[in-house]
């Protein structure tokens, strides 16, 4: 019973119609996620709205505690070691698999707080083991790679355990890049509208909520980060930290430049509309040079799938009802 089964899900019938079926359900999934998903940007304003109740917790907090001036609890938390929690901080995972980068990566992919940190740290923990155990079963378990020696299954297993650990950093850097695309095409557009509001009399704050009402049917990543630093201007004790914070969790250079910008237009009482407009500029001109290289790239991109698939199909519609005619004649030599 074991062995039919065994070989059953080891046959190459069995694995295509695996495949496929994965295929189909991605395929389909991936159409439907539209429809089911709901609205992006109402779940993700919802989200931006919690984070902007905890920074305002966290402000009072703060406040409280320079009130108290140094009184503290010696109540230990007892729900401390529950969970993935608990696990991150027995193992003390943070000091062994986080850094500076690591949190900077978190942010720039849109996971803020300590709860994502803990589900990366346990993921790169707990994956490894996963993948080994996986690979372990498929390899030595189901007998297959047989005709590999022993040390060859076993460094297959070991870099199973590496794919493992380095997941979590892969699906974060995606993710990432995914989002800073998304940031990168529509801020332009963004600072186009701050310069019609900041122009048009309104406060910083006032702008950054308008221009995020606006963007979001745009770009929802810059729509969240948009609204988060207006909720950071409102509650943080130093307005230059909220624009520091804003060109940190999203990583682009422009964003930078414009926090520069904010930054001594604060400091020094400069005219904001005249540095925001040489900016939605270079922008501008910034994504324009991008879409140019992208164009320039593509004749040679193109040049091999147009010798594997256009060509043969173009030979096929030209030289197919002439061999059809010199066929029903009997050959090029037929009488």
Not at 77 to 100: N, Q, Y
Request: a positive charge; proline letters at 4%; one cysteine or more.
């Amino acid at each position: 019973m074991i062995s039919s089964i065994v070989e059953t899900a080891t046959s190459p019938q069995f694995l295509v119609s695996l495949l496929v079926s994965v295929s189909v359900f991605a395929t389909l999934l991936t159409l439907l996620s539209a429809v089911l998903g709901g609205n992006q940007l109402k779940n993700r304003m919802k989200m931006v709205a919690t984070e902007r109740d905890e920074i305002r917790a966290r402000e009072r907090a703060r406040i409280a505690a320079e009130k108290q001036q140094g009184r503290g609890s010696l109540r230990v938390d007892e729900t401390k070691f529950v969970g993935i929690k608990g696990i991150v901080d027995r193992l003390d995972l943070r000091k062994a698999l986080a850094d500076d980068a690591t949190v900077k990566k978190l942010r720039m992919a849109g996971f803020r707080g300590q709860q994502p940190l803990n589900m990366f740290l346990f993921a790169r923990f707990a994956l490894p083991f996963l993948f080994l155990s996986l690979a372990a079963f498929y390899i030595f378990g189901l007998g297959n790679f047989a005709e590999h020696s022993t040390m060859m299954r076993v460094f297959m297993c070991i870099g199973a355990a590496y794919a493992g650990f380095y997941t979590p950093n892969l699906y974060i850097r995606n993710l990432a890049g995914k989002r800073g695309d998304s940031i990168r095409k529509a801020w332009p557009d963004a600072l186009d509208l701050m310069l019609i509001c900041v122009e048009s009399g309104m406060s910083i704050e006032a702008a950054f909520k308008r221009v995020s009402e606006e963007i979001g049917t745009q770009s929802v990543p810059l729509a969240e980060e948009l609204v988060l630093v207006g909720a950071e201007l409102s509650y943080l004790s130093e307005r230059r930290q909220a624009y520091d914070n804003l060109a940190q969790r999203t990583g682009l250079d422009s964003v930078q430049a414009v926090s520069q910008a904010l930054i001594q237009a604060e400091r020094y009482g400069t005219p904001v509309g005249a540095a925001l407009r040489v900016l939605a500029n270079e922008s501008r001109e910034q994504r324009m040079t991008e879409a140019e290289k992208k164009a320039a790239a593509l004749p040679p991109k193109l040049t091999v799938p147009m010798i594997l698939f256009f060509l043969p199909v173009l030979f096929g519609v030209i030289l197919g009802p002439a061999g059809i005619q010199v066929a029903q004649q009997g050959g090029l030599f037929g009488g």
